[in-house]
């Protein structure tokens, strides 16, 4: 026997048995978020290596260590995507979809990065990118945090907390650097090896450090927050005004700096305490200067991504995970002409009965393992067609669910047989 191929270290299969929780989440979002004037693009997996470089930064982890990144037969260096607002920004330059636009957009699918492996992190993850461009003022900010916390409440989903920060702008930004640089040097003998090589080309991320061992040095270090220019400072108050007249509880944490250099301004995390290390379920903030970097017209933007392995694992936490949709009809054959007559029925009432779940009994069996099957499958009725049926033109309809009599319909008015069986199954 051939030896089996065992999965890619860090991708994952979804299997049925876990499908309901992804279904419901993806739905739930789609729902939620045509609500709000989102509409769907969907963009390559792969795209250029320079398209990440320049969103993301070169000196962050996600480009110096973590993407999936190969040159093609032409010679090209193409990368798998780690993350879904660059490709969007692209999208949105390379169709002419700018020049003063304005756009609500969402997408979904995989993304890629060579981490290591644990729960809620993996190589290949899901996630649901939501973006707003064109738009500049911080009514879009605390329009997207609500869109996120009523997701929560439809979901079900309640061990999720928000904490928010500013980053300011890129000059406030230059400012503060200089001020972390000279205070991270001055202690430089106190920095993991991380950290010393963050500080040479992306300081802001040694605030985002997990080295608890480093705790009390980053506790005491410049805070951003008393860097802000005169503009963010305003922005940033009229954001947390606006949530606290909605209602949505928040914590500033003045060391929230997010991973991708495209951020400015507005950032924010939905954090849970219910998944272990592994705490932000959804990130996001406002990029201002990426389309511009990017080649593109000067043009504001927000957007957040969820993770939906997360995501799904809080909901089966709290119970949220609906069951599997069960048959509404299982069909029973005996015989070898009911069972041949048995194909035709079925799509006959599939056409009658739109909507309805029809389960054909396939692979032969006595009764016995037939009903076994029909149990399994959860339906509320059976329908049994043997040979002794068809001569006589009928079908028998059983109650699966409840304490009931069998009973028979001409095959002619069986659809509506079925449909009222249905009904009262219902009702009772």
């Known amino acids: 026997m051939s030896e089996q191929i065992q999965p890619v270290r860090g991708m994952n299969d979804v299997l049925p048995a876990e499908i309901t929780a992804w279904q ?17 693009i969907r963009v390559p997996m ?82 649901i990118d939501v973006e707003a461009v064109g738009f500049a003022g911080p009514d879009v900010d605390v329009e997207l945090i ?69 705790r009390a040095l980053i506790e005491a270090a410049p805070v951003l927050t008393d860097h802000l220019d005169g503009e963010s400072r305003e922005h940033f108050a009229a954001l947390c005004a606006a949530l606290e007249a909605l209602g949505i509880p928040f914590s500033v944490n003045p060391r929230l700096v997010r991973g991708l250099d495209y951020y400015s301004r507005t950032v924010f995390e939905w954090i849970t305490d219910a998944l272990g290390a592994q705490d932000a379920v959804c990130s996001g903030g406002r990029y201002d200067g990426l389309i511009a970097q990017l080649g593109g017209e000067p043009t504001p933007g927000i957007g957040f991504a969820m993770g939906i392995e997360r995501l799904v694992a809080l909901m089966t936490q709290a119970g949220a995970v609906p069951a599997p949709a069960a048959a509404d009809v299982f069909v029973v054959v005996n015989g070898e002409r009911a069972a041949a007559y048995g194909l035709q029925l079925v799509e006959r009432l599939r056409d009658a009965l739109p909507g309805r779940r029809f389960e054909l009994n396939l692979g032969g069996g006595n009764f016995k ?60």
């Open 46 to 127: 792969v795209e250029r290596t320079e398209l990440f470089q320049r969103a993301i930064g070169e000196y962050t982890d996600v480009v110096e260590k973590e993407m999936y990144t190969f040159v093609d037969q032409g010679g090209d260096s193409l990368t798998l995507r780690p993350e879904g607002t660059a490709g969007v920004m692209r999208a949105l330059i390379s169709n002419g979809l700018l020049r003063g636009q304005r756009h609500k957009l969402w997408c979904d699918g995989p993304m890629f990065r060579h981490e290591r492996p644990q729960k809620g992190r993996y190589r290949q993850f899901h996630q």
């Open 146 to 214: 609500a869109l996120t916390a009523r997701l929560w409440r439809r979901l079900g989903i309640e061990r999720v907390r928000l904490q928010i920060n500013s980053l300011g702008t890129p000059e406030a930004r230059r400012i503060y650097r200089e001020k972390l640089v000279e205070y991270l040097r001055a202690h430089h003998d106190q920095l993991d090896a991380d950290s010393r090589r963050r500080l040479e080309g992306n300081p802001l991320r040694v605030l985002d450090s997990k080295n608890p061992e480093m």
């Open 369 to 428: 393992a037939q009903f076994r099957r029909a149990d399994r499958s959860g339906a509320a009725l059976a329908v049994i067609l043997g040979d002794d049926e068809l001569a006589r033109g009928v079908a028998a309809l059983k109650p699966l669910r409840r304490d009931a009599g069998q009973s028979e319909s001409p095959l002619p008015d069986l659809a509506a047989a079925i449909q009222s069986a249905l009904a009262t199954a219902v009702e009772t």
């Open 24 to 40: 419901r989440l993806e739905s739930t979002a789609r729902q939620l978020l045509a609500e709000y004037g989102y509409q769907e």
